[in-house]
């Protein structure tokens, strides 16, 4: 009698096993969780094309992530039930092949909490107009293939612009100088060969990294910056009468 109960309890225990497995294996296939994961930091991390899993799926807390990373993907098209993500802080797109923000836009635009964007070494080539309508505090277009810069550029209210390693025309460093707002403006590897003077405007500037590129004479644009309080300009062919400090105002000269 004994072995007989012992015997259909390893029964029920195997069956129990089994659901479990079945179960688990499920679980596993509908939130692919071995590529996505939100963490208790609350990161939502796609890589390749999780988001296109994560797409047919409604079991996601959109409303828990505030931090969106999507890496090493092609022709990311962000879905529409992103918006979702209503409370999202900072946006993550790093090595993503010809990212096209146009066609992103609608939904980065609709993140009211949003304070940093990164679009990182992803083949962008063109910035929409509008982008730079999104109020957020910091944006970086670091290692991509744009040239031209749009006019709203000069409307960007963000306190920190990243364009390192980016081949930008001279029309579009123009633009850049009739910005008000910008505290902290990164140029590094931008195969310039001068800064125009501000022309009364980036009266807020206090960090400009012009690192890596050919500039020889800084003495027309540097007096213009009034709040400025840090210019980098390591690895630029500068005349050794361009290499001084500014000791008054807290102003310095970092060559290196």
Known sequence: MINKE?????????????????????FLTTYNLTSQELSNSNTLHLYGDDYLEIEKTDNLDYEAVNKLIINNSSNVIIPKKFKKLINLKELII????????????????????LEAIEITNSGVVDVPNNFFKIDVKSVSFSKNKIKKLPRKIKCFKGST??????????????KL??????????LQNCMLNFFPTSTGKMKNLRLL????????????????????????LKSNPLNSNEI?????NKKAVIVK
Do not use: M, T
């Open 6 to 26: 012992v015997g259909i309890l390893q029964v029920i225990l195997e069956i129990r096993r089994v659901n479990f497995l079945i179960y688990f294996f499920i």
């Open 94 to 113: 790093s090595n993503v092949e010809d990212f096209d923000i146009k066609k992103n836009l609608d939904v980065i635009s609709s993140y009211s909490k």
């Open 161 to 174: 612009l990243d364009l390192s390693y980016n081949n930008l025309s001279k029309e579009s460093i123009e």
């Open 177 to 186: 100088a009739k910005n008000n707002f910008i505290e902290e403006l990164f």
């Open 209 to 232: 990294d012009l690192s890596d590129n050919q500039i020889k004479k800084i003495k027309p644009f540097i007096k213009d910056f009034d709040a400025l309080e840090f210019l980098i």
């Open 244 to 248: 001084f400090h500014f000791s008054d």
